[in-house]
């Protein structure tokens, strides 16, 4: 028994022994995030129901593929406004292919009846201006 337990033990301690650990890996190193404006907005219905979910589409345009959707800034306002700000990041990877738009979505989900109004960042002091109806 302890000549199959020093036999396992030698081919572990091989394997691990054989295991590359060379930096230059198949992945990329996300080196910062920032703003990145929202192109556009979809929402499929501007009526929903209180505690409901709808998921809201923004579409973004990165200028490569060393950038993509990091995530969103969703601020609160006040109790019906909400101010949506989407980041990208930026890798140290080859970059290829300029410019291309990319699909996000953020689920809204009221917890109050009334009209929200949702404020998508666009750029500098732009924003694109959507309102739902909560029921």
């Not at 302890?2 to 650990?21: D, H, M, Q």
């Not at 953020?106 to 029921?135: A, C, H």
Request: with cysteine; aromatic share 16%; proline share 1%.
């Amino acid at each position: 028994m302890k000549t199959w337990f020093n036999i396992g033990l030698s081919v572990a301690f091989a394997a691990i022994s054989l295991t590359s650990c060379n930096d230059n890996d198949d992945y990329e190193t996300i080196e910062y995030t920032d703003r990145v404006k929202i192109d556009s907005v979809k929402i499929v219905n501007d009526t929903m129901s209180v505690f409901g979910i709808q998921s809201i589409r923004t579409y973004s345009t990165y200028a490569s593929k060393c950038k993509g959707f990091y995530g969103y800034d969703y601020i609160y306002a006040d109790d019906f406004s909400r101010d949506v700000t989407a980041y990208q990041y930026h890798t140290n990877g080859t970059c290829t292919q300029a410019n291309y738009t990319a699909a996000n979505q953020i689920n809204f989900s009221p917890q109050k009846v009334g009209t929200y109004t949702l404020r998508f960042w666009n750029g500098d002091n732009s924003w694109i201006t959507k309102t739902i109806v909560v029921e």
